[in-house]
């Protein structure tokens, strides 16, 4: 049973750019949240989906945006990128109970 | 809003020694209370968890105990070994398992020497 996947692994953009990065969720799990942690801290909650609908969303301003597709596979957009946007990206999915993460995106934005 | 607060880091440790993280939260409504690890280069593992006041989650030598009344929730290992190296993360969540978001503490690295 595959966990948790995202990629690309790594990216590099420069600001301004617009970024979009994928995770496929835990088999038979139905929510995926995505979290930002920049170095040195821990993960901040960006915003979770579920049924192709935001349903939470944390203190992230609206260049940062998201989908759900219907196999629950998720995507976070970023736009107008920011020096600041360099950070490790997290997605986790869960059902119903604790969550599981993959491995990351980290994004470099020079 | 929901905070998590731990001990400021990092810690050293020599192998076989015992380890404490300390844990406080502060919450609006009555969290869940869990403890991540993040190994070099990887994602956030949950290493355990407790849901309710007094309820001790545990894990591969590790322990903590949900107090409601210090708002506490430290991390215990009898004796670390080297591979124990890792970040380990705080976090709580409230609004119910089910759909809650997380919130995270800083971090605390934990390096163990043999």
Avoid at chain 2, 56 to 66: C, L
Wanted: aromatic share 12%; charged share 20%.
């Amino acid at each position: 049973d595959a966990g948790v996947t995202q990629s690309p692994t790594h990216l590099i953009k420069t600001r301004g750019q617009q970024v979009t990065l994928r995770c496929s969720p835990k088999s038979g799990h139905d929510t995926v949240s995505w979290y930002q942690q920049a170095l040195g801290q821990g993960p901040q909650f960006i915003f979770q989906y579920y049924e192709e609908e935001e349903r939470q969303r944390g203190n992230f301003p609206d260049r940062f945006s998201g989908h759900q597709f219907p196999n629950y596979s998720s995507e976070l957009n970023v736009n107008a990128l920011l020096l600041g946007d360099s950070a490790l990206y997290l997605c986790a999915s869960s059902l119903r109970r604790e969550e599981y993460f993959g491995p990351g995106t980290r994004l470099t934005v020079t | 809003g929901d905070s998590v607060t731990q001990m400021e880091g990092p810690v050293t440790l020599s192998e076989e020694a015992f380890l404490t993280i300390n844990c406080t939260y502060t919450a609006t409504g009555y969290p869940s209370l869990f403890w991540y690890v993040q190994y070099p280069g990887e994602g956030l593992q949950l290493l355990l968890k407790a849901t309710k006041a007094d309820d001790k989650g545990s894990n591969k030598g590790f322990e903590a105990t949900y107090r409601k009344e210090t708002t506490s929730f430290h991390l215990e290992k009898g004796s670390v070994q080297v591979s124990d190296s890792a970040v380990y993360f705080c976090a709580l969540k409230t609004g119910g398992t089910s759909y809650g978001k997380l919130t995270f503490g800083q971090g605390t690295i934990l390096t163990v020497h043999p």
